[in-house]
């Protein structure tokens, strides 16, 4: 073959037979070798991996965001505590020392403030009391901020009588279930007739309920049968 004719031939298959393939070869190669895909991250994983983590993140966020929210929704279904007689209170009026008091509810369920004179305190919740002495400082001054704090539960008192071995007066601080007073209280004795119990509970018009409560109910996996109530400030329990 002659030299045009070999020229000719190498021009047509891109160079020269043996010859390195040209630099825009190169680099189509290395860019296919080198896809998102298959490139590795620093961390060790694929690009793909990344995305994914990245992705995770985003929703993160809106995870936390439904925690908060249903964290503040248990927190509004807690009711409230109701402040009763003997109950110790920290009334604070914020730049007002003179008014800033420590009281006990007098059994009449009042209390004495200050230029606020006598306010009902017993039967509401300490934001609530808040807001009264509140609205009766506004007589004297454009702004006023308070702050109530139950110091002290005296208030929570119940009584176990009958065929128990420890019977009387319970102050209690934080709420307990009927099952918790009988323990509180040593058990019964051996001649109680434990499926006759009757929980006695005054309402508000003075008038009192009498629940029939059994210990079988009490302990009965059975949830339609669950009477295991919470007791109330006031209760009587009695075994007989």
């Known amino acids: 073959m002659g030299c045009a004719a070999l020229l000719a031939f190498n021009a047509l298959n891109g160079g020269a037979v043996g010859a390195e393939p040209s630099v825009a070869v190169k680099k189509g190669a290395q860019q296919q070798e080198n896809t998102p895909e298959d490139k590795p991250g620093k961390d060790g994983r694929a690009e793909k991996d990344k995305q994914e983590l990245r992705a995770d993140k985003d929703r993160k966020p809106d995870k936390e965001l ?43 369920g ?14 509401i919740s300490p934001r609530e009391l808040k807001d009264a002495i509140v609205e009766r400082l506004k007589a004297y001054q454009d702004t006023a901020i308070a702050t109530v704090i139950v110091q002290d539960v005296m208030s929570y008192k119940v009584y176990i009588i009958g ?29 109680a007739s434990k499926n006759k119990m009757v929980l006695v509970r005054r309402r ?20 339609k049968l669950d009477k295991n109530l919470i007791l109330k400030p006031g209760d009587t329990l009695f075994v007989p």
């Open 66 to 108: 439904r925690e908060i929210q249903d964290k503040k929704a248990s927190l509004a279904d807690v009711p409230e505590y109701v402040i009763g007689p003997e109950d110790i209170l920290e009334i604070s009026v914020w730049k007002n020392p003179e008014l800033s008091k420590v009281v006990a509810v007098r059994m009449d």
């Open 110 to 123: 009042r209390i004495s403030l200050p230029l606020v004179g006598d306010i009902q305190a017993a039967g």
């Open 163 to 191: 065929e128990v071995r420890t019977p009387g007066m319970y102050q209690l601080k934080t709420k307990t279930s009927v099952l918790q007073a009988i323990a509180l209280s040593g058990g019964f004795t051996q001649y």
């Open 204 to 223: 508000s018009d003075g008038i009192d309920d009498r629940i029939n409560i059994s210990f079988n109910d009490l302990v009965s996996l059975d949830a």
